[in-house]
């Protein structure tokens, strides 16, 4: 079973709808992260969170909100989801203190919104 | 001013010759730097991490980093067809709560 599962893998949504894409680990890690990609512009970080009662926001966070519901899962909304939001979405997760501070990636979400 | 830099690419080697990527950034006071492969519509992996000047192998990849010019590199030996993909820099802040990634180089290695 895969470590970081991500659903759904793809949605195709419509402007102004309210959309939901959910993120589970099963590594035992304390913190995880949402990103975004798009073409040429790379990956970038739209929320954080170190635990269950720590969220922050990343470089891109305008129209997105998180939700940290256990220390395995994190969940990213977006309340009136806009066409520009279309993209690859990625949920990643680290443990504090590890040796090499590698980030584990699940397998993404692709949004397309209409 | 972009965290880290990478040349978007795209770029060919031909099998079996050494394929050099690079990446600067900006924060000075970065601590951690990783290089991530990216096969198109997947997810990132990471294959090479460094922390120190000087240079790190493993296998065929050779991470180097240069911290006084703020200058990390990929070099890769032997370059294989499945080596095509696309390579991403990111870089670990000093404050460690966040990283930041380049845009990512496209590698062709044609057979």
């Known amino acids: 079973d895969a470590d970081v599962t991500q659903t759904p893998r793809n949605r195709i949504t419509k402007t102004g709808k309210r959309i939901m894409l959910e993120c589970s680990q099963t590594?035992?890690?304390?913190?995880m992260y949402w990103y975004r990609q798009d073409p040429g512009l790379g990956l970038r970080l739209i929320y954080y969170?170190?635990?269950?009662?720590?969220?922050n926001k990343g470089e891109i966070s305008d129209g997105y909100s998180v939700s940290r519901q256990a220390q395995a899962k994190f969940s990213l909304s977006l309340e009136s989801a806009i066409p520009n939001q279309t993209a690859l979405y990625f949920c990643?997760?680290?443990?504090?203190?590890?040796?090499?501070?590698?980030?584990?990636f699940g397998p993404g979400t692709r949004l397309t919104v209409l | 001013q972009k965290e880290v830099e990478q040349n978007s690419g795209p770029l060919s080697v031909p099998e079996g010759a050494i394929a050099s990527l690079n990446c600067t950034y900006s924060?000075?006071?970065?601590?951690?730097f990783f290089w991530y492969r990216q096969y198109s519509g997947k997810s990132p992996e990471l294959i090479m991490f460094?922390?120190?000047?000087g240079d790190k192998e493993d296998g065929r990849f050779t991470a180097q980093l240069n911290k006084a010019s703020q200058y990390v590199s990929l070099l890769i030996r032997d370059s294989q067809p499945s080596d095509s993909a696309t390579y991403l820099c990111?870089?670990?802040?000093?404050?460690?709560?966040?990283?930041?990634f380049g845009t990512g180089t496209s590698l062709t290695v044609i057979p």
């Open positions: 990111a870089v670990r802040t000093n404050t460690g709560n966040q990283f930041y």
């Open positions: 590594k035992g890690h304390d913190r």
């Open positions: 990643a997760t680290r443990l504090s203190g590890s040796t090499y501070n590698e980030q584990f």
């Open positions: 969170s170190f635990d269950v009662k720590d969220i």
């Open positions: 460094i922390y120190s000047n």
């Open positions: 924060d000075r006071g970065s601590q951690s």
